[in-house]
């Protein structure tokens, strides 16, 4: 019996202390007409090494494309040490750290994440994560709504640069307490929320203003302008950021005149395998004054009965188990896991390491968009400053370019036809600092192919995989 | 120490990152951050003997017996993490196009039907990250539901007294009141009080069965016939699946709605708090509300649904597709398992409970429910032990400690008082449940002779026993560089 | 600086405090004219990301080729729970226990290992590993010699089914100190020592006798009649063994009348990865009256000043860093970490498990015998008992049927006929547990075309790879 | 508690092998074992819980200042164990042919080549397993070159007394007789010694430089001159090149054969007592003696050069190649250290032995050679402890281990009384070498006015002292069953 210690004996004794006849004894409060039959559809257990083969060969079926996808979760070098040291059994096993006296290693962990985030956004305070990014988002926006005492209304701005999935996340979150999204146009030229866009609200009562950096098409907002409007207008302002770009971006708590008010991103840049989206974890920053309002853990340092310091859950009034329907949020579990490996990255990458990753997938996307653009009616559909992922527009169909690019082990980018047909052919590209120069040049060379090929109106060849 | 006061400015860990910084002349100096974030500047050496240091202050699964009460700490197979952090399913871009994933989406596709088959309900979305966001998506889902048809005038959810606090507060984060049913002297829910709160402004009730108080909700049928015919729909709160896999199914009990904690009953691990999946199970008449994505196979090639097929959708949850790495290792589990092993997961964890709850009242501590059977975890009450010796709960959980094993879950739920929720799962042997009955009667002992040894525990781990209240009260949230360091 | 810590302040102040006045000047003792230059031939630092490319690149470029080669290596499962445990710091980054207060992970483990190994070898004692397989026999024999008190002699009988390499080895490590290794022919028709051919030496004075099971063939040997010959003639018996075999069959310890004398093998099949051939390790078994002969280290079990029991390394005097030139052998560093990794594979498959992966090897070598025997030509070279390796003689020159296989992707087994030319077309094959059915269809297609193909006197395809 | 007390009869990992026992009836009955072996029967949980608790109770570099002099314990990159486990290395049979070899042997070959550039010499063998198996492979190279000129009568190998254990062992192993050459009083050669010595019996000289003394031999080049004008050869035991590395190269000092401990230099882990990995340099006149197998590169391919290419090789010293896996280990360290990391190697190991010298020096501790640089490491002597307060060595060493560190190693070279050889390495920083003069600081104010602390450490330790001689008296070498259990 696989995970089962009990042998024959066990049962035996086990059963006879207990007084009853067998097992099956047990379940007499369950009522039999409510049994169930043998699980037919389950297929028959295996041991680790069939299962194993089969694993293996479905991991492999998958290939290793070459990767220019960005669009939310971003393939970078994560150190050795990050995974063999997270998945040591005292920090993969544990659970939320309930006796903090038993925990004081994941605890001091997550007091040092918390100040790491701080760091890296120059907030006051920092939770110990939610789920993803997007979901961060919306916890942002009730906590935004919830902490705003200027202001009546339940109605959000949000920029329509921010990541389209992260908007549908949060509808469908936020939806249904009356919590209103409003959407920013953008600058068609600069791909960037024209500051003018926000007059249209200036005499509204808002909530909160969500201001992405950089924003989905990888251009760089005016974010002290917004920052600034949010705060003249009653609005908090919710950063929604990449923490990579911090390490060389203004950090949201210096934006404008007096920093933005609550901050959230993904954390999957930070040390988190792409593993088709998750986990990864969601952060979440805010002013000391908003603490109260967070949802999610939160670490402090206190003092044991000698006076020496050590780590515990605390501010627990916020959260379900204390206040239930009245919780800040109803995150119970979160993603643990992920933020160990996030703050281990970040000691291992420190600031200097991280602006270097930052600045090398600045510096390869511009390799990338320089090369792509070299091919005729490739051209770049926004001016304005990016990080690391910029918008190509294509002289063709982008969906049959990334089919026939795939076809040649290249994913070639994100499709933004679906979420923004006023784009025409849009093509959101990335190259982190995993991309080499060879790997740029595979992806011109094809890409090139394909559009002669097309413009010549041939199609090339496109073998089915 | 924290890893901050290993830092030295100029210290690096020179080979994690690209050799040289480049140039970033296209970012203007206005959006520029002004000084580098401080953070720790170590070694590599020092951050992994940092953190192997830190790894070691820790109770867990790998090292020691964690009968924590509603989380189902068992062992998480090491195979599981073998195989999902294999290199092609950690280097998938979630937004690679199908051709390119047809291996990880055959593993999901597969994950769905075992665990419809498991649960008895006609369709899965494994999307959701954790317990508590399934829960959100059933109860969205039953909004969704009467919504679709015009029943708008439902408010109420109804949750027992006992429920989890994710019950209640999920429910509020659909737009729901919460109306709390109590629970009758058995444990089992107060029939009369339910057909009282039962109306037309009832859109539901959310269960766990068996209940957080460790018993089998013998009238469940009944239940779910007079909240059908209130027009309510059932939610059940799969995080105590383990007492019932291969035995009972939610979909038999009547449940429209489902989650399941694979971080409890499939074994994925607890990593400090998280990440877990929080699969949905529903019933037919609530398919369409599924949220996105799902996988579909059709006989040749595995697709992706999404809002575009579903339009009833609640929607997406998160930015991507859930927590694949997790349900990964879920799945791996359940291969393992299979059919046959399904069932001896319930069978052993009852086993275990039943045992450790005769063999705790036979010491002579007192079971919070003498009339029923344990099912995988039961509760224990001290209050008759905080009353005449003055050691409360706490008190007990603490020396447990010191005895080289995790507290069971303490005073949850809320309604027993001076409670121990104690679930010792299917893995652990019977020798670990006799040591934890006599580190029980040695603390109870140690209570009447030397209670302030057990008032002050613990006594052997890093830490004594900390101050909760100045945590709270004087919040020290992030280090700060003393004034010196500047 | 990769993995060094110093900022260029503790340089300036750790020069200061030693008084010299640059980095340089410590190396003031080193005559000028010896210093050399920049090792140019060096290629220059690479980051853990680049070297990570570089070597993903070569790992890939290996293939995964499906494997039906033993030969003294073999292909076992490993559960995933052997290394994410071995490799913990703590055990992958201690060194030799010396400070035994400090390592009783390492002593305890390694003194479980020794009762794990003495349980299946049936011997008394067991030390604490040799380098591999192969040099574990050569200080077999050394020790041999050095313990025989009835022989005078330097003469070790090795039967020709000793691995050749093995042989090659023993040879190769004992040669100088004036040991002479006698062949023993084996049975044509058997593939298995003829216990006959002790005959010629019966009057002989032989200080050893190495018994191999099962043998290089895969045949199992005479044990009972060979260790008993060698107790009548005082010769040591000397086993070699396969320690998964030693689940299913007699152990050496219980050997003819009394058992043999010293036990060895190699420890590869117990958990570690095939590796190209190592890390493996060499086990050592033997009578309690002969554990002052043993090289190697050895643990014992002892009590601390409280009377707690605790491991120490123990019976040191035998070892070369106090025995120095007298020392039992120059052995220092062993393979520690394989030896952690088997005992945790032991602890893990325990006897019946180690019995099952027996039993599926042999009969899935049964399997593949009788598959490929089906095909035209291929038949098996010996008729006597074997365990999970056969030869087979083909019906055409095993080096170019091999070649043709690998352009397949099979690695169909070992080319005997270097090593024994007088078997002719012969081909040593193995399939573990790990091969499946599928695999054995594949082999015996290929083989089966090959074949064909070249009575057909076409040779078939064979792509350069 | 052993794991053999953890055993139950018929308890069973039953996911880690065969679902099934096959039946074997080709396998006659006498030849099989009439009881199964009595190894423990535990569940998974049970091992990994097991193994798990058991490796916290060591020492590592990953925990501890390890300071062992002669060992280079230094940080073991977790990026070398990552890429040497990649499944494509780990998979490969030692027999696969060239075809579906060359990735391997393309790391191995660039390896080849990285350490001929490092040490000076001709040629590279990587097959030795460890440092003594590298030095008898260097011995016998000796003598094979010796016996292929016909030159038989040597028959002495000279060793400083200060050399390792392993150096005369290793002689002895390739049938040459032992002779001791002693030391002057500032850690060189003794000259006149080394000459009066030296003869037609002289097959050659093993010497470590720097010296295990901690010391470099100035005269190196004399020595050398000498030793080959006598018709010896010079062997360098390379056990000390993390001083030296990137600035001296033993092949420019004179020596004909040398081994080098990769996991030392290389910083391969040491993983408990192995493996490491001992290949060997030749000059040109050695390069037809090397053991087999070595790699070649024609400009298109890799090639493995066995006997047939090499007729004089000593031969074979494993089955296989040698400890591929931790070759592949030591190649990826020394390509991400590069051309420039090699010398920064030698300049931080012996700026940490230097600092650490003069800071317990300062602090009062006694120089064995006070008149000498410290390489990348040195001895202190607590003869005057010993001697005043009657605390020794082992004392100090144990109480050490109380103050979080590893000992350094105790009572080596043998000429030295009561000598600590303190190698810090590159990889620790500046805090932790004060820390450590801070606790010997402790330590001799313990030993003054407590001196039974000291002599009867450790105290926080999972054991106390442990007794040495009763372990050698009272054998005790594997668990027994006690009669009870059978
Ligand atoms: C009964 C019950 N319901 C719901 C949950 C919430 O699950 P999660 O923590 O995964 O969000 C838990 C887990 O803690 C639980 O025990
Ligand atoms: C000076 C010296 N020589 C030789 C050796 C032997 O090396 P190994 O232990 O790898 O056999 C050592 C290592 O312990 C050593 O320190």
């Not at chain 1, 750290?97 to 985030?117: D, I, K, N």
């Not at chain 1, 609550?262 to 986990?279: D, N, R």
């Not at chain 2, 799945?331 to 709850?357: F, I, K, P, Q």
Request: hydrophobic share 40%; glycine share 8%; with cysteine.
């Amino acid at each position: 019996m696989p995970f089962i210690p009990h042998t024959d004996e066990d049962v035996r004794a086990m059963l006879e202390a207990i007084g009853a006849e067998s097992i099956e004894t047990l379940f007499d409060e369950v009522p039999g007409a409510l049994r169930c039959g043998g699980l037919e559809a389950v297929p028959p257990g295996m041991s680790e090494m069939e299962v194993g083969r089969l694993m293996q060969a479905r991991a492999r079926e998958d290939g290793q494309p070459l990767c220019f996808i960005g669009a939310g979760a971003y393939d970078h070098h994560i150190p050795a040490a990050v995974w063999q040291l997270a998945a040591r059994g005292e920090f993969y096993t544990a659970y939320t750290p309930y006796q903090a006296e038993a925990s004081q290693g994941t605890l001091q962990l997550l007091y040092e994440y918390q100040s790491m985030m701080t760091a890296l956004t120059a907030m006051d305070v920092s939770n110990a994560s939610l789920y993803d990014g997007a979901s961060a988002l919306a916890e942002a926006v009730l906590m935004a709504v919830r902490a705003n005492r200027k202001s009546k209304s339940r109605r959000v701005l949000v920029p329509r640069t921010v990541h389209p999935a992260y908007r549908r996340a949060v509808q469908a979150i936020v939806g249904y307490q009356g919590i209103e999204l409003l959407d920013l146009p953008y600058d068609p030229a600069g791909g960037h929320t024209d500051p003018a866009a926000l007059d249209d609200h200036a005499d509204e009562d808002i909530a909160a203003l969500v201001i992405p950096q950089p924003n989905f098409f990888g251009v760089l907002e005016e974010v002290d302008v917004l920052t600034d409007w949010a705060a003249a207008h009653g609005a908090l302002s919710i950063a929604v950021v990449n923490p990579v770009a911090l390490a060389l971006l203004e950090p949201p708590g210096e934006w404008g005149a007096n920093g933005a008010d609550i901050c959230c991103g993904e954390g999957q840049p930070l040390g988190a395998p792409l593993t088709s989206g998750g986990p990864y974890f969601g952060f979440l920053c805010c002013r000391q004054s908003f603490v109260r309002q967070m949802p999610g853990r939160i670490v402090g340092r206190t003092v044991d009965l000698d006076g020496k310091p050590g780590f515990t859950l605390t501010l627990q009034a916020r959260e379900q188990h204390i206040r239930r329907s009245k919780a800040t949020s109803n995150i119970c579990t979160n993603q643990g896991l992920m933020v160990t490996a996030a703050t281990i990255h970040m000691a291992l990458l420190g600031a200097e390491g991280l602006a270097r990753v930052a600045a090398a997938s600045h510096a390869n996307t511009a390799r990338l968009v320089e090369r792509l653009t070299g091919i005729e009616g490739v051209e770049p559909s926004f001016d304005r400053p990016a990080f690391h992922e910029r918008v190509l527009r294509l002289p063709a169909p982008v969906k049959d370019v990334l089919r026939s690019l795939a076809a040649h082990n290249v994913l070639g980018g994100f499709d933004l036809h679906d979420d923004y047909p006023e784009l025409g052919d849009a093509l959101l590209v990335c190259a982190t600092e995993m991309r080499t120069g060879a790997d740029i040049d595979i992806y011109y060379e094809k890409l090139e192919r394909i559009i002669r090929m097309r413009s010549e109106s041939r199609c090339p060849v496109e073998p089915k995989i | 120490m924290l890893i901050f006061e290993h830092s030295r400015p100029g210290r690096r860990a020179t080979a994690q990152a690209p050799l040289q910084r480049e140039e970033t002349p296209a970012i203007p100096d206005a959006m520029r951050r002004k000084r580098p974030p401080r953070l720790p500047e170590v070694s590599e050496m020092q951050a992994v003997r940092h953190y192997t240091r830190l790894s070691q202050q820790n109770f867990s699964i790998d090292t020691h017996f964690y009968p924590l009460g509603s989380c189902t700490m068992k062992y998480n197979p090491r195979g599981s993490n073998a195989l999902a952090m294999l290199p092609g399913f950690l280097a998938r871009h979630p937004l690679a196009p199908e051709s390119h994933s047809q291996g990880v989406m055959a593993c999901l596709y597969d994950l769905q039907e075992i665990l419809k088959e498991v649960t008895g309900m006609q369709a899965v979305s494994l999307t959701p990250a954790a317990g508590a966001q399934g829960e959100f998506a059933g109860v969205a889902m039953i909004r969704a539901y009467h919504d679709s048809r015009g029943d708008t005038a439902r408010s109420e959810i109804l949750v027992p007294d006992a429920a989890h606090g994710t019950n209640p507060a999920s429910a509020v984060m659909c737009g729901y009141k919460v109306r709390e049913i109590p629970t009758d002297a058995d444990g089992d829910v107060d029939l009369d009080a339910l057909e009282e709160a039962l109306g037309p402004q009832t859109a539901g009730i959310m269960l766990t069965n068996p209940s957080t108080l460790g018993v089998f909700e013998r009238r469940i049928a009944e239940i779910a016939q007079r909240v059908h015919a209130a027009g309510g729909l059932l939610y059940y709160d799969g995080a105590n699946l383990n007492a019932i896999l291969g035995k009972v199914r939610p979909g038999d009990m009547g449940f429209d709605v489902i989650h399941m904690n694979l971080h409890k009953t499939f074994s994925t691990p607890h990593g400090g708090g998280g990440p877990g999946a929080g699969p949905v199970g529903v019933s037919e008449r609530l398919e369409p509300f599924l949220p996105v994505p799902l996988v579909a196979y059709d006989g040749d090639e595995y697709h992706w649904v999404t809002e575009k097929a579903r339009p009833q959708s609640i929607g997406r949850l998160s930015a991507f597709g859930g927590n694949v790495g997790v349900l990964l290792r879920a799945y791996v589990y359940a291969r393992m398992l299979g059919r046959e092993g399904m069932s001896r997961v319930a069978d052993y964890s009852t086993l275990n409970a039943n045992y450790l709850l005769k063999r705790l009242t036979d010491a002579g501590f007192e079971a919070a429910y003498p009339n029923r059977r344990a099912t995988h975890e039961f509760i224990i009450t001290l209050r008759r032990e905080a009353k005449e010796l003055g050691v409360n709960t706490m008190d007990f959980a603490k020396r447990l400690l010191d005895y080289g094993m995790h507290a069971p879950t303490t005073y949850f739920p809320l309604l027993v008082p001076e409670c121990l929720l104690i679930e010792p799962t299917e893995t652990e042997d019977p020798e670990t449940l006799d040591a934890f009955v006599e580190a029980m009667v040695r603390i109870r002992e140690e209570a009447e002779r030397t209670p302030d040894k057990v008032k002050t525990a613990p006594h052997s781990l890093p830490v004594r026993r900390l101050d909760d209240v100045r945590a709270a009260r004087e919040l020290d949230l992030a280090w700060q560089p003393s004034a010196a360091e500047g």
